[in-house]
């Protein structure tokens, strides 16, 4: 069996007066769809930047696709949609297009005009994320969920094998929740991009899911590496009214 993507190993992680992490164990293998659910302040956000590097761990190891993070090179790999990344400024007045673009940069460096492949790649994610008529469109013209779905694609267009998204329905309509979860369905499954989501949807994030971790304040994980196999299918049941195993 191949390494897992991101494997976190005993970890735990300190800000200069609050613990964040305790011991916190997960493994996320390839075509995985991982919710991580949790109360306000558990830790999710900081999880997800360990796992992108952004910070480091005050204990503990880490590993992506099976190299110590130390080492690991590609971090282009793994995308990332932060928190808030649509809580927009109505005034700003980029393009889909140009925002969609700018994930580009990390891989091809900064460039005047788009190249025709770069066109060709925005164009591409922009139908991964069902946004392909609003090219042209300003961001200030977009609705949330439409503002998020951008984001998603901008990401995307680097190619990441693993994508990382913290809390990405928050400003978007009730009723297009389901809508958006339906597309990154279809990212993991059609696309095979492996996705770890944080959120507090879980009545509709578990028909889409295959994993899922819970952060809680108190006894801080509750669970283990791949947690699914070490919950009975009654536990499950209990938690979440059906199984969340595809
Ligand atoms: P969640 O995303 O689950 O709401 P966070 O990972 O953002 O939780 O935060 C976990 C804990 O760490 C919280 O108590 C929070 O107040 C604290 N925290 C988060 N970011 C910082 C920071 N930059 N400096 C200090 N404390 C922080
Ligand atoms: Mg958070």
């Known amino acids: 069996m191949n390494a897992p993507l991101i ?14 992490l305790e011991n916190i164990s997960l493994a996320v293998e390839e075509g995985d769809f991982l919710a991580i659910l949790g109360p306000n302040g558990s830790g999710k956000s900081t999880l997800l930047k360990i796992m992108l590097g952004l910070i480091k761990p005050t204990k503990g190891e880490i590993r992506l696709f099976g190299v110590d993070a130390k080492n690991f090179k590609k971090r282009e790999w793994i995308g990332y949609v932060s928190q808030k990344s649509n809580s927009f400024n109505s005034g700003f007045p980029a393009t889909v297009e140009e925002v969609v ?131 009975s299918d009654e536990q499950r049941e209990a938690w979440y009214g059906h199984s969340v195993r595809k």
């Open 7 to 20: 494997d976190i190993d005993n970890i735990s992680f300190e800000y200069e007066q609050t613990k964040a």
């Open 101 to 231: 673009a700018g994930g580009l940069v990390k891989k091809t460096g900064l460039f005047r005009r788009l190249p025709k492949t770069a066109k060709a790649n925005v164009k591409e994610a922009l139908e991964a994320v069902g946004m392909e008529a609003f090219l042209d469109n300003r961001m200030n013209e977009l609705s949330g969920g439409q503002q998020q779905r951008v984001f998603i694609a901008r990401a995307l267009v680097a190619q990441p094998k693993v994508l990382i998204l913290d809390e990405p329905t928050v400003g978007i309509d009730h009723r297009n929740v389901q809508s958006f979860y339906n597309m990154l369905a279809s990212l993991n499954r059609d696309k095979d991009i492996t996705l770890v989501l944080v959120t507090h949807d879980v009545d509709t994030v578990t028909d889409r899911i295959t994993h899922v971790a819970c952060l809680n304040q108190t006894i801080h994980f509750h669970g283990f590496k791949n947690q699914l196999h070490t919950m």
